[in-house]
């Protein structure tokens, strides 16, 4: 852009900080600069940015936090895609959050889609993709895991990570990856089990926050659902995780 144009006003420092993206354009009104309306939105969008930035060093301060008290998430994500073992294509996972799992994916060579409720960490796990340069394999769409837009029967794959202890409820969000993952298909589900859990408390009262994520039990969660859906179901305890690998059955049989 240059500075012609701005006759009216000097943006130059508004314009050192412009993002690659400018949002929206609007008409300029009488008295502005022709230009002056498309240098306040891309100024909130550079605004955004910064404030993504801040949550996303705001996230690496939690994980570094986190490891240094022993758990390291990453290392945990892998550890539940290979209690997981092999993935098929097309992947859902449910519950972005950071990313953690979506970029472990992802980093793996899977193509997969990804549903959050809320854009802001979505937007953090972007940057986390970007980084990773993983992003082209990752499609981000905002949705309630209660209430998943696919078709039944759509994901040879579909997993929750850390997920079920955040979400309104959790049973409901079960329901809805058994109902959109094909025949055969493996639906795997971890969470912070008592010691993760404890872990979190502790971090987060050092930090003077409050973990918000309610206390589930996510083994009565799991039979519940699974009580005439699953061929097998297979639950591993690990450190500061459990995880659950189920297979869903296959057509012809009650679901
Ligand atoms: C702890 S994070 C998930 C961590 C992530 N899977 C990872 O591996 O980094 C929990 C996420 O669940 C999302 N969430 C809460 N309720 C939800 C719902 N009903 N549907 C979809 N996402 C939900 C929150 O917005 C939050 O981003």
């Known amino acids: 852009m240059k500075a012609i144009g701005f006759n009216r ?53 939690i994980r570094l936090l ?25 992947v859902l996972d449910v519950g972005t959050g950071p ?19 809320a854009k802001g960490p979505q937007r953090v796990a972007r940057i986390y993709a970007r980084r990773f340069k993983v992003l082209n394999r990752v499609k981000f769409l905002k949705m309630d895991a209660g ?7 759509s ?17 409901l969000a079960v329901k809805e990856m058994l109902r959109v993952a094909r025949p055969k298909a493996k639906i795997i589900i971890s969470d912070l089990n008592k010691k993760g859990r404890a872990l979190v408390d502790k971090v987060y009262r050092i930090n003077n926050e409050i973990h918000r994520g309610k206390l589930i039990n996510l083994g009565r969660i799991v039979s519940e659902v699974f009580r005439n859906s ?26």
């Open 99 to 117: 990313g953690r799992m979506t970029y472990a994916l992802a980093k793996s060579g899977f193509r997969l889609t990804t549903v959050d409720i």
């Open 230 to 255: 699953a061929v097998k179901v297979r639950k591993y305890d690990d450190n500061f995780i459990t995880t659950y690998v189920i297979i869903k059955k296959s057509h012809g049989k009650r679901n």
């Open 66 to 90: 986190f490891k240094r008290y022993g758990y390291d998430m990453d290392a945990a994500r892998e550890k539940v895609l290979a209690r997981a073992g092999a993935i098929t294509e097309p």
């Open 147 to 153: 209430r998943l837009k696919f078709r039944n029967n």
């Open 9 to 61: 006003f000097s943006y130059f420092q508004t314009l050192s900080n412009l993002p690659d993206k400018i949002h929206s354009v609007q008409k300029p009104k009488k008295g502005f600069g022709q230009c002056g309306f498309v240098v306040i939105s891309a100024y909130k969008s550079a605004q955004r940015k910064n404030k993504d930035y801040r949550k996303f060093r705001q996230y690496e301060r």
């Open 155 to 171: 994901f040879a794959t579909v997993i929750a990570a850390n997920l079920l202890h955040d979400v309104h409820s959790p049973k």
